[in-house]
């Protein structure tokens, strides 16, 4: 049974800048996507970027050109860097994998921005 781990976030001022990870624990398939959501208080879960095995990548438009999603495929890990972090970036920020299996979910990172 495959788990998602995340680690990374904190409190941050607005302007700076921090890396998630998302761990897989176990063997994933060779074909998934995998994503990070986020989810602000007495918001909707909102898609934040995307990457797929391929090495595809896309990113709300929120997003773009702050936060860069990558992977370690020989570690099982998912990255995303985010730059020049706003406060309206604070939110608890999930990953999510989709293989053919399914979808799981980490338990959920919270990043806060603020001075």
């Known amino acids: 049974q495959v788990q998602l781990v995340e680690s990374g976030g904190g409190l941050v001022q607005p302007g700076g800048s921090l890396r998630l990870s998302c761990a897989a624990s176990g063997s994933i398939f060779s074909i998934y996507t995998m994503k990070w959501y986020r989810q602000a208080p007495g918001k909707q879960r909102e898609l934040v970027a995307t990457i797929t095995s391929g090495g595809s990548t896309n990113y709300a438009d929120s997003v773009k050109g702050r936060f860069t999603i990558s992977t370690d495929n020989a570690e099982n890990t998912v990255y995303l860097q985010m730059n020049s972090l706003k406060p309206e970036d604070t939110a608890v920020y999930y990953c999510?994998?989709?293989?053919?299996?399914?979808?799981?979910w980490g338990q959920g990172t919270q990043v806060t921005v603020s001075s």
């Open positions: 999510n994998l989709v293989q053919r299996t399914g979808a799981l």
